[in-house]
């Protein structure tokens, strides 16, 4: 019952995670650490409301260990650093398809976890979902891998490797509760203002922006965290690397229903594939279903 809801939370982490986009457009030209850094104060402001709800103080967030502090922060903030980097110093196309590797190094790191088993239905339908993603990325444009960038590829490889290893880390932290987060949202809220004021100059919302920055800190970018983290100590990890492919699919699918991008035949192609990728992934589970079914 508790990997079913963790499952289930996954996937609606996901779904948060696909209007990234859309919420990063209508953003507008607020600089990404001074994004991040009102997004992640929205998203300290709901941990503490849900100490509140949990009948917990402030203080109990000391009694977090501090290397699992260590853990959060180098994930959240790390993460998004280095992606910021990557794109400020490689082009946006190559960056984000190394970054679109996080989710098949969640399923490979996996396997080094205890009682968890990598098998050939995991790795054959992350490949098919990373197909998709790839061509999602690409819409249609040309790929090129240039030793001049080869710094901003280093970023934004160091980033993909942050999150998995992050969320395969977290796995293993059941003892740890889910309102830890909201340290360290606290924490990243602050170094991505400092980051702000070193790497950018000082920008005035407007009221769109402003809108949109704290509909980011409501959702994929702060609200998401949590439910992350509960459904990565509960559901079964491979499947969520798997259905993290939706997000790039779902992201241009509301994009396109919002009339911002258009159909074509590579989204549709890829659509397939990232839909194939995770139902193969997800083979275990359609047995199980088929045997309840055949046994009633």
């Known amino acids: 019952m508790q990997q079913t809801k963790g499952n289930i ?3 609606l982490t996901i779904l948060l995670w696909s209007s990234l986009a859309l ?5 507008g030209n607020i600089p990404a ?3 991040l850094s009102i997004s992640f104060l929205v998203a300290s402001l709901i941990g503490l409301l849900l100490l509140k709800k949990q009948k917990r103080k402030l203080k109990d967030l000391l009694n977090i260990p501090y290397k699992v502090y260590i853990i959060g922060v180098v994930g959240l903030f790390g993460y998004h650093f280095f992606y910021f980097l990557a794109i400020k110093n490689a082009p946006a196309v190559e960056a984000n398809l190394i970054n679109y590797l996080w989710p098949l190094l969640i399923v490979l790191f996996s396997a080094f976890l205890p009682n968890e088993k990598l098998k050939w239905f995991h790795i054959l339908g992350t490949l098919l979902a990373l197909s998709g993603a790839f061509l999602l990325v690409l819409k249609d444009g040309s790929l090129e891998f240039e030793s001049k960038y080869l710094l901003g590829y280093s970023f ?37 203002f400092i980051s702000h004021l070193i ?6 919302p407007t009221n769109l922006e402003f809108f949109s920055a704290i509909m980011l800190g409501l959702g994929p970018v702060g609200g998401a965290f949590y439910l992350w983290d509960f459904a990565l100590k509960n559901a079964d990890i491979k499947i969520l690397g798997s259905l993290a492919y939706l997000i790039p699919l779902l992201s241009t699918l509301l994009l396109v229903f919002m009339g911002i ?10 659509c397939v594939l990232i839909i194939l990728g995770s139902l193969i992934s997800s083979k275990q589970y359609f047995t199980i279903l088929k045997n309840l079914i055949f046994k009633s």
Do not use: R
């Open 9 to 11: 939370l996954g996937l």
């Open 261 to 270: 991008a258009d159909m074509t035949t590579t989204i549709i192609i890829a």
């Open 156 to 192: 934004a490889l160091i980033a993909a490797f942050l999150w998995a290893s992050y969320s395969v880390i977290s796995k293993t932290l059941k003892h740890i509760p889910t309102f830890a987060v909201t340290g360290f949202c606290i924490i990243t809220a602050i170094l991505s």
């Open 23 to 27: 919420f990063t457009v209508n953003a």
């Open 199 to 204: 790497f950018e100059q000082t920008y005035i």
């Open 33 to 35: 650490f001074l994004l």
